[in-house]
């Protein structure tokens, strides 16, 4: 009988992060497209737009005005999720019927002054800025007793909901810890507890021992599409060393984590030349005030494109209903983004 | 000190079909939006359609014919992301690597010959004859002896990665059950085995009773918006009494089904005055050749659309890493929509 083979045959692959599972469907490529095309993204921006929110000295929806700001800019979201001040409060009827009021806030962080750039046409010293701005704010934040959980996150180009394209992304803190970290903090407690090491460290060493799924290395980053990946181009960017949070880097790895978020965002622009959509989140420890040695900080990114850039992938009935499914193999994604050119395509 | 109102202050509310949280945050629907808007679907379509892959007559993709159809039609995929004839097989490196091969198939179903119809627009005699080929086809497909579950699937409207507006849907069966109705056996069984009744019938009774969130009721079937709802008007059809799969259904129980499915879509049409989108499918026992009296049959729809027919929810970075999050209550959906005409705003 024929051998099971990755590239050719459909099989389920195993998260263990989150425990769930992905059907990947290598076989499927084929299918022709004649549903929905996306408008591509707009190239060219000015330096500043007189009519962007986040552009320095300009006004903002709740009527404040951005100060004449350098580099990087933080402040708080005039339409936040969640707000600090609302009474606490609990509703249950019987077992089908909780809710619990949720107290935390939502922040915006410009990358850049610049209205035009985005992370992979920035220089690795101004990215270096906007990941000190999300240490001093995951300090900050985490602080507070009603914060138990930093989540920072990208969503970068409109089909990613994203309502301006002034490079940016948003902070939002809150009491509980949501549905996503709490499923991998139980994988990864589960998995400390028993081997005396972080998940993320024993599959990172396993990956580079390979190298078939890396993108970018450098001295003290990872940047790779994980063995489960669900969106086509999926990928995460791992510390080579278990860190529980970002606060716990140093100096260089500061600077690592800039350079694999500019080097693996370079080739995304490459990959259909185009500015990439994606959203993109850091998982790290819980500011709950404990040890957390069986966290491992990683940044996830989550592509929609499949085919083009005007072609995405549809996460919608049978994923929704049933469970994540891909096409292309992680492996030939992985190998597709690696033979691109280092060198943005806007600068050649 | 002020009190806890769900219609003002953020929350979470629980899933206990699934275990997970939702964030409600009621407050911002005040946000004003400048992103992304998303073409309205084209209203005007001809009964017959000579270049639609899923007319009677017309020539496939796989260039396959299809019969002169009169009322449903049952095809397998051309483009299967599931099928049969692979070899099994495992792969496993330690913990961190597990895959496994997967067989399964894909059918689609046409719902009507006609190209210009969808189920809101449709006859309940002739919705009743689609709810009687899934029927037909859960049995038939479970029957196998390599399919453990089957997914019946509605993707409506092209936001919906639904390629063809030619009313349609799907059926995938596979030798796994796949995340999504895995968590849900895992919650009703516990609930089962505690309370010798089905999670959903103990819930329906309680909707029933307070009438919140309930949009259309008949002698067998309930829509509602369910208390933990995600998508903005977000809905479910629940059986009154415990029906672990559609095969069991008396005949009128499936007229009633057909009946609380087209009355639900009317309402989501008349929304916005516009032929709604969203991604549908049935919930049910597995078809492992068990007795499963703790499932109970239920079809969540999942529509995109949030403030009008042109801007959606977006469900990224925040809800990608962290959590689901919607901003008005689900009380605010279901209130809305009941106040709808229930004629289709086409026929008035
Ligand atoms: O099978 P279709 O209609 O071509 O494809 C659509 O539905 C599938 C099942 O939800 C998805 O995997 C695809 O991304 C979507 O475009
Ligand atoms: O906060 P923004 O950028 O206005 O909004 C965007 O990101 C949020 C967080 O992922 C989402 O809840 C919104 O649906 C999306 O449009």
């Known amino acids: 009988m024929e051998q099971f083979e990755f590239t050719e045959h459909s099989h389920r692959r195993y998260n263990p992060l989150t425990g769930d599972w992905v059907l990947v469907s290598p076989h499927r490529t084929k299918r022709p497209w004649q549903g929905k095309v996306e408008k591509p993204a707009i190239e060219k921006r000015p330096e500043y737009d007189e009519k962007c929110y986040l552009c320095p000295g300009n006004e903002r929806a709740g009527g404040h005005n951005n100060p004449e700001y350098k580099d990087v800019f933080v402040f708080q979201n005039d339409f936040s999720a969640l707000v600090p001040d609302i009474p606490e409060g609990n509703y249950s009827n019987g077992e089908l019927f909780k809710a619990e009021s949720e107290r935390g806030f939502c922040k915006v962080i410009c990358f850049s002054p610049r209205h035009d750039l985005t992370i992979p046409e920035m220089e690795v010293t101004d990215i270096r800025k906007v990941v000190d701005l999300w240490c001093n704010e995951y300090q900050e934040i985490g602080a507070l007793d009603y914060i138990n959980h930093v989540q920072i996150f990208e969503n970068k180009g409109d089909i990613m909901g994203c309502s301006n394209p002034h490079p940016h992304g948003q902070i939002w803190g809150q009491y509980s810890v949501p549905v996503e970290p709490a499923k991998e903090a139980v994988m990864q407690k589960a998995y400390f507890d028993k081997h005396g090491k972080t998940l993320l460290e024993d599959y990172v060493a396993e990956e580079l021992m390979t190298g078939e799924r890396i993108l970018v290395e450098n001295d003290h980053f990872v940047a790779l599409v994980p063995f489960w990946a669900t969106w086509p181009f999926e990928a995460m960017i791992v510390s080579k060393c278990a860190v529980a949070n970002i ?17 693996l965002t370079v080739m995304y622009d490459n990959l259909f030349e185009v500015s990439f ?3 993109a989140g850091i998982h790290q420890a819980p500011t709950d005030g404990q040890e957390h040695p069986e966290w491992h900080l990683h940044m996830h990114f989550y592509p929609p494109l499949l ?19 891909r096409d292309i193999t992680a492996e030939q994604a992985a190998q597709r983004l690696r033979d691109l050119p280092t060198v943005h395509y806007k600068a050649k």
Do not use: C, I
Not at 247 to 263: G, H, I, M, S, V
Not at 307 to 325: L, P
């Open 307 to 325: 085919r083009s850039a005007t072609v995405k992938k549809f996460m919608v009935g049978y994923e929704m209903m049933a469970n994540a499914q």
């Open 247 to 263: 606060t716990q880097l140093t100096e260089e790895e500061r600077t690592a984590l800039a350079d694999a978020y500019k080097k």
């Open 277 to 279: 959509p994606y959203s």
